[in-house]
């Protein structure tokens, strides 16, 4: 069975651009969290996304958005970039929504730079 | 609020010794989970062990074991015999209750970086 996989894996910006990241769970599994990991605040959750709805939200300004397709697969959108969103983003998928503490398997990761 | 505390944020060792990673956590919730995830170079998090609140058991896998102590709300990772494969950040976690939502998410501890020396 496939992985969880993120595209693209590196990705360099300027301040004020956006930028979307996708991500594709496992085969079967309905639901998609994206946390950002940077060297100051560590690893923090951004949300998640199960059946097409966001149903858990972290503490992230509005500028960080989110959506599932009907496939599950998932995207991040980050509008009008600043230099402290360069983080490593991570995607993690489960088989049911993580409320219910199912394990969650983690993709490699999308690195972004803000310039 | 929930809270993870991993005070050790690099350890040093030389293959074979043993080493032990700690992890305390705060919670208000009776029902919880704790995780241990590995990130190596590569940056991708791998699931080592996941306990429940209601299982104070010590799990032992290969040469990983767990030590889970509500008394002191702590969790703590012991490599035996440890091996330069070893080395990466390892991250302790929290699934409880949002405050706002009740709902769950994972709240990450600031990570171990463990280098193990040849």
């Known amino acids: 069975k496939a992985g969880v996989t993120q595209t693209p894996r590196y990705l360099i910006k300027t301040r004020g651009q956006q930028v979307t990241l996708s991500c594709s769970p496992i085969?079967?599994?309905?639901?998609v969290s994206w946390y950002q990991q940077t060297p100051g605040q560590g690893l923090q959750f951004l949300f998640e996304?199960?059946?097409?709805?966001?149903?858990n939200k972290g503490n992230f300004p509005g500028r960080f958005s989110g959506r599932q397709f009907s496939n599950s697969r998932s995207e991040m959108n980050v509008s009008t970039l600043e230099l402290g969103d360069s983080a490593l983003y991570l995607c993690?998928?489960?088989?049911?929504?993580?409320?219910?503490?199912?394990?969650?398997?983690f993709g490699p990761g999308t690195r972004l730079t803000v310039l | 609020a929930q809270k993870v505390t991993q005070a050790q944020t690099e350890i040093s060792v030389v293959e074979k010794e043993d080493v032990t990673l700690d992890c305390v956590y705060e919670?208000?919730?009776?029902?919880?989970?704790l995780f241990w995830y590995k990130q190596p170079p590569s940056g991708e998090l791998v699931f080592l062990i996941r306990?429940?609140?209601?299982?104070?058991q010590n799990e032992i896998s290969g040469r990983y074991s767990w030590n889970f102590q509500k008394s002191t709300s702590s969790f703590n990772f012991t490599i035996t015999a440890s091996q330069v494969v070893d080395s990466a950040v390892y991250f302790c976690?929290?699934?409880?209750?949002?405050?706002?939502?009740?709902?769950?998410?994972?709240?990450f501890g600031s990570g171990t970086r463990l280098q193990v020396q040849p």
């Open positions: 976690a929290l699934s409880d209750a949002l405050v706002d939502t009740g709902r769950r998410a994972l709240t």
């Open positions: 085969s079967g599994h309905r639901s």
């Open positions: 919670t208000r919730d009776t029902t919880y989970y």
């Open positions: 993690a998928s489960s088989l049911e929504q993580a409320v219910r503490d199912n394990e969650q398997f």
């Open positions: 996304y199960f059946s097409e709805t966001q149903r």
């Open positions: 306990r429940n609140s209601f299982d104070e």
